[in-house]
T-cell receptor, first 112, second 114 residues
Framework: DVKVTQSSRYLVKRTGEKVFLECVQD?????MFWYRQDPGLGLRLIYF???????EKGDIPEGYSVSREKKERFSLILESASTNQTSMYLC???????????FGSGTRLTVV | KQEVTQIPAALSVPEGENLVLNCSFT??????LQWFRQDPGKGLTSLLL?????REQTSGRLNASLDKSSGRSTLYIAASQPGDSATYLC?????????????FGTGTLLAVQP
């Protein structure tokens, strides 16, 4: 089975800090995604990548950036964390553009 | 614009009952439809993936059907158990031109009472 691993289950950061969320997949998937999930708003796509060093903006990219230096790793960066970025962050990957997605176990980020 | 709706929003059933969760979508130009399960505070676990050319998929007590022309999918859970309690999400993979997008439904919160 494909495994998508998010490095932290829970994180607490201070306003203004630079935050890195890491995601690693172990099955050579081409595509990787970052979502955030908030009550009443569902899952919203932040950024995605379909190849190493490639990135595309999703629906809510403001305040975030990403890095994909290696195929298996996709990092989400909060340049200057704010309280409205408190959320559950979910990473996903897929083999190719029309395949199913596999999600990680999520990172609950709290910005204080 | 693709919209995905799940009915009901919440469901409570006694243990052992068979149940059906519904998912509807407005644009039939999809690659596939995926059903996920999410436990509180956890990530999404993929249950079943139905390609657009398929009519149904089965895994254990779960059966998912797809009627692309009418924009509907159902997830059938047989002989429900308390461990099935979770939020169930359906998602369609839309044709997106250069990039495809996974569009999620609003979810059904299922509680199975012992």
């Amino acid at each position: 089975d494909v495994k998508v691993t998010q490095s932290s289950r829970y994180l607490v950061k201070r306003t203004g800090e630079k935050v890195f969320l890491e995601c690693v997949q172990d099955m050579d998937h081409e595509n990787m995604f970052w979502y955030r999930q908030d009550p009443g708003l569902g899952l919203r796509l932040i950024y995605f990548s379909y190849d190493v060093k490639m990135k595309e903006k999703g629906d809510i990219p403001e305040g975030y950036s990403v890095s994909r230096e290696k195929k298996e790793r996709f990092s989400l960066i909060l340049e200057s964390a704010s309280t409205n970025q408190t959320s559950m962050y979910l990473c996903a990957s897929s083999f190719a553009s029309n395949y199913g997605y596999t999600f990680g176990s999520g990172t609950r980020l709290t910005v204080v | 614009k693709q919209e995905v709706t799940q009915i009901p929003a919440a469901l409570s059933v006694p243990e052992g009952e068979n149940l059906v969760l519904n998912c509807s979508f407005t644009d039939s130009a999809i690659y596939n439809l995926q059903w996920f399960r999410q436990d509180p505070g956890k990530g999404l676990t993929s249950l079943l993936l139905i390609q657009s050319s398929q009519r149904e998929q089965t895994s254990g007590r779960l059966n998912a059907s797809l009627d692309k022309s009418s924009g509907r999918s159902t997830l059938y859970i047989a002989a429900s158990q308390p461990g099935d309690s979770a939020t169930y999400l359906c998602a369609v993979l839309n044709y997106g031109g250069a990039t495809n997008k996974l569009i999620f439904g609003t979810g059904t919160l299922l509680a199975v009472q012992p």
